[in-house]
């Protein structure tokens, strides 16, 4: 039960912060020149942004619970379940940043899930 | 095409991130035992192989970000997950470590996911969505 909670909280704090990293990186808008005086500004502006922050907040979150688990449970477990998240974060995307996903990148994604989980065991 | 470079940039600073990570970590622990993990610590962060895999790593996810600028998450993010596939084979070639005929199947399976969501456009908001081929058309 721990294990599945913690799983849960992996999966969900990891989809939100991509999903509020995105979020974040559309509002900067379309980083396309690279011109030194402009970086600056540009960067400055990302870690400014409050949707970056609680991604990358959401991120590490994430990432300690990913190592907490790993304390007591395989890898070769939590992994696999953990690559529901490319499902999850999906979603996310088609819900809340208004994303058109298509039959064709759903089952793209369903096999990359499957192909993560299958990698992953032993 | 832009697309295509920095995300393709970003697999390969994951997975050498990963490959060079792991040596060095490998190294670190192997180096002595019976340790704490402060003394662990302490050595990773003299160890500049763990500061190189650190950097890689970071790299990636600036590229991965500034994908995000312009590309669709519901894209990038299984796009990128073709570094699963890379880490298996640099696993195996420079890490000697064995692959099982699942984690190959696994791998095909990442391919082939790939292949179809990379099919299915950078940024599909649009009524006609916006393919790679057609970026690269446009920018010529």
Same mark, same amino acid.
């Given at each position: 039960?721990?294990?599945?909670?913690?799983?849960? $909280?992996?999966?969900?704090?990891?989809?939100?912060?991509?999903?509020?990293?995105? +979020?974040?990186? +559309?509002?900067?808008?379309?980083?396309?020149?690279?011109?030194?005086?402009?970086?600056?500004?540009?960067?400055?502006?990302?870690?400014?942004?409050?949707?970056?922050?609680?991604?990358?907040?959401?991120?590490?979150?994430?990432?300690?619970?990913? $190592?907490?688990?790993?304390?007591?449970?395989?890898?070769?477990?939590?992994?696999?379940?953990?690559?529901?998240?490319?499902?999850?974060?999906?979603?996310?995307? +088609?819900?809340? $940043?208004?994303?058109?996903?298509?039959?064709?990148?759903?089952?793209?994604?369903?096999?990359?899930?499957?192909?993560?989980? $299958?990698?992953?065991?032993? | 095409?832009?697309?295509?470079?920095?995300? !393709?940039?970003?697999?390969?600073?994951?997975?050498?991130? *990963?490959?060079?990570?792991?040596?060095?970590?490998?190294?670190?622990?192997?180096? *002595?035992?019976?340790?704490?993990?402060?003394?662990?610590?302490?050595? =990773?962060?003299?160890?500049?192989?763990?500061?190189?895999?650190?950097?890689?790593?970071?790299?990636?996810?600036?590229?991965?970000?500034?994908?995000?600028?312009?590309?669709?998450? @519901?894209?990038?993010?299984?796009?990128?997950?073709?570094?699963?596939?890379?880490?298996?084979?640099? *696993?195996?070639?420079?890490?000697?470590?064995?692959? @099982?005929?699942?984690?190959?199947?696994? =791998?095909?399976?990442?391919?082939?996911?790939?292949?179809?969501?990379?099919? =299915?456009?950078?940024?599909?908001?649009?009524?006609?969505?916006?393919? !790679?081929?057609?970026?690269?058309?446009? =920018?010529?």
């Amino acid at each position: 039960m721990r294990t599945a909670i913690m799983i849960a $909280l992996v999966v969900l704090a990891g989809s939100t912060g991509d999903v509020l990293i995105t +979020k974040g990186m +559309k509002q900067v808008g379309e980083i396309s020149t690279v011109r030194l005086t402009e970086f600056g500004q540009t960067l400055k502006r990302i870690l400014l942004s409050a949707y970056f922050q609680m991604g990358v907040l959401c991120m590490a979150v994430s990432f300690f619970a990913f $190592l907490a688990v790993l304390s007591w449970a395989d890898l070769s477990f939590v992994v696999p379940a953990t690559s529901l998240s490319f499902v999850i974060t999906t979603g996310g995307a +088609k819900l809340f $940043l208004k994303e058109h996903v298509s039959t064709l990148r759903w089952t793209g994604t369903l096999l990359v899930c499957l192909g993560v989980a $299958l990698i992953s065991l032993p | 095409m832009k697309t295509a470079i920095v995300l !393709i940039l970003a697999i390969a600073a994951q997975t050498a991130g *990963g490959v060079i990570l792991t040596k060095a970590m490998h190294g670190v622990s192997a180096s *002595g035992t019976d340790e704490t993990i402060w003394l662990l610590a302490v050595r =990773s962060i003299e160890s500049p192989a763990v500061w190189l895999g650190t950097a890689l790593l970071i790299v990636f996810f600036a590229l991965y970000a500034a994908a995000l600028s312009w590309a669709d998450l @519901s894209f990038v993010l299984p796009a990128t997950s073709f570094g699963y596939v890379l880490n298996v084979a640099c *696993g195996h070639y420079f890490l000697n470590e064995t692959v @099982s005929p699942t984690r190959w199947a696994g =791998s095909v399976l990442i391919f082939a996911g790939v292949m179809l969501v990379s099919r =299915s456009g950078v940024r599909a908001v649009n009524p006609a969505p916006v393919t !790679i081929e057609g970026l690269a058309k446009e =920018s010529e």
